[in-house]
């Protein structure tokens, strides 16, 4: 089931990328620099659990935990120190990493976006051959969710470009603060809701039309943000950096 999931990851955000790729006016950039992001991005996956080790640890010391939150909010805490802070920063740091590595090279706000997408990219093919899927709804799920880190890059690498090109610090904490919200809440209402291992069937209940809810909504998130950069590559190639 994993060597499945990889190959599916592979061939759909595989062609979403090259899609993207061939989008770049003038011309596409060179091969190393589509390349090199997407195995800084698989690395993200490695440092991303040694984050999570270490906020755990750090928040363990200051004695902060959520055990006696109800479940929507301990679900959110969950959420957020074991997905959307640490993966998001993870991928963030491999961001600046190939900007530093290519600095010279990255001349426009739509190459930002192409090393957004080509980490969440790699990302996404580890994460997938790394969890397993313990029922049809959850292979359904990450299925019709399977470009979610590349569309959280987008919006990262998207906002971390404007920013250089309109001189409005306001859009590194666009970059950084909507990819780490809307993860959160997807996984506060799938992978991580206390909700749905409730013993009370109430409880389960609203956890079942949350997570699907969640699941629809990214699923239309993630399309609308890929048509929108389809939509305006050409305006973003033409912002091109002084």
């Known amino acids: ?12 955000v595989g062609m979403l990328y090259i899609r993207m790729i061939r989008r770049e006016t003038p011309g596409p950039i060179s091969k190393a620099q589509a390349a090199v992001p997407v195995a800084l991005g698989i690395a993200s996956v490695f440092l991303s659990f040694a ?6 640890a750090f928040l363990g010391a200051l004695g902060l ?9 301990r679900s959110i805490w969950a959420a957020f120190v074991l997905a959307g802070f640490p993966e998001e920063i993870t991928k963030l740091l491999m961001m600046l990493l190939t900007l530093c590595i290519f ?8 190459e930002y976006i192409l090393i957004g997408a080509a980490v969440g990219f790699g990302f996404t093919i580890f994460e997938e051959f790394v969890y397993a899927a313990a029922s ?4 359904v799920g990450r299925l019709v969710t399977i470009a979610g ?5 987008v919006i990262m690498a998207k ?4 920013a250089r090109h309109d001189n409005k610090p306001a ?6 603060l909507i990819p780490i919200c809307i993860h959160t809440l997807y996984d506060a209402s799938t992978g991580t809701s206390y909700l749905l291992n409730s013993e009370g069937d109430a409880n389960m209940a609203i956890g079942i039309v949350l997570s699907i809810a969640a699941t629809a909504a990214l699923c239309v998130y993630q399309i609308r943000v890929l048509l929108s950069v389809k939509k305006d590559a050409e305006r973003y190639c033409g912002m091109r950096f002084e």
Request: glycine share 6%; aromatic share 10%.
């Open 136 to 139: 049809i709804f959850d292979i």
């Open 51 to 56: 984050c999570v080790l270490g906020l755990a």
């Open 159 to 162: 906002h971390l470009g404007l």
């Open 103 to 110: 600095r010279k090279s990255v001349c426009n706000v739509y």
């Open 149 to 153: 880190h590349m569309v959280f890059g």
């Open 65 to 73: 935990t959520a055990s006696a939150l109800p479940a929507i909010p």
């Open 1 to 12: 089931m994993a060597f499945i999931k990889l190959v599916l990851s592979v061939i759909v």
């Open 171 to 176: 859009e590194y904490a666009k970059a950084i």
